[in-house]
């Protein structure tokens, strides 16, 4: 060939190398092949084995020490529902002891309730007998002038009816 006719055809085969290069059909990379369709399912490898927890450590609460219990005193008891009458005279009776604290004589009966095991025929000094609270109109102790009030004094002669002498 002759070398007038070999430069332009150089340049024909450079200019359509370039062309092949910028259109990407060409490369001078060098390309794995695509997989096909069926083939694109990746398998991932199989997860790394994980060492097992440790065991759950049992956390012992701190037993309270002697300094640390508070001992709680238990509340005060309630207030009576009664006031309590100390037997201290010959002659009193319940429906004397309901008369002086209650107003009525009647309220004996509830009295003998509000002492269980008390034998109202048998009052003795010293016995203590709880009258309610509800039924109460004085707190202040019997006095034995009250008890003299109701029983007629030995000195005394009885009144007779009748004609007189």
């Known amino acids: ?17 370039i062309i092949w290069t910028i259109s990407g059909c060409v490369t001078m990379e060098k390309k794995e ?8 399912q990746v398998e991932t490898p199989p997860p790394k084995p994980t060492p097992p927890p440790p065991p759950p450590v049992e956390v012992e609460k701190p037993q309270p020490s002697q300094q640390q219990k508070v ?13 309590e009458h100390v037997v201290r005279w010959q002659g009193e009776t319940l429906s004397l002891i309901s008369k002086w604290y209650t107003g009525k004589f009647s309220n004996w009966k509830a009295i003998v309730e509000a002492n269980p095991g008390l034998n109202p025929k048998r009052m003795r000094k010293g ?9 109460v109109r004085t707190q202040t102790p019997m006095p034995k002038s009250f008890i003299d009030n109701f029983y007629k004094k030995k000195d005394e002669e009885p009144v007779l009816f009748g004609p007189k002498r």
């Open 71 to 83: 001992e709680t005193s238990p509340p005060p008891p309630p207030e009576p529902d009664y006031i």
């Open 1 to 17: 060939m002759h070398k007038g006719k070999q430069l332009p055809m150089l340049v024909l085969i450079i200019g359509v190398a």
């Open 127 to 135: 016995t203590i007998i709880k009258i309610p609270r509800e039924l």
């Open 33 to 40: 092949p695509q997989p096909s369709p069926v083939q694109q």
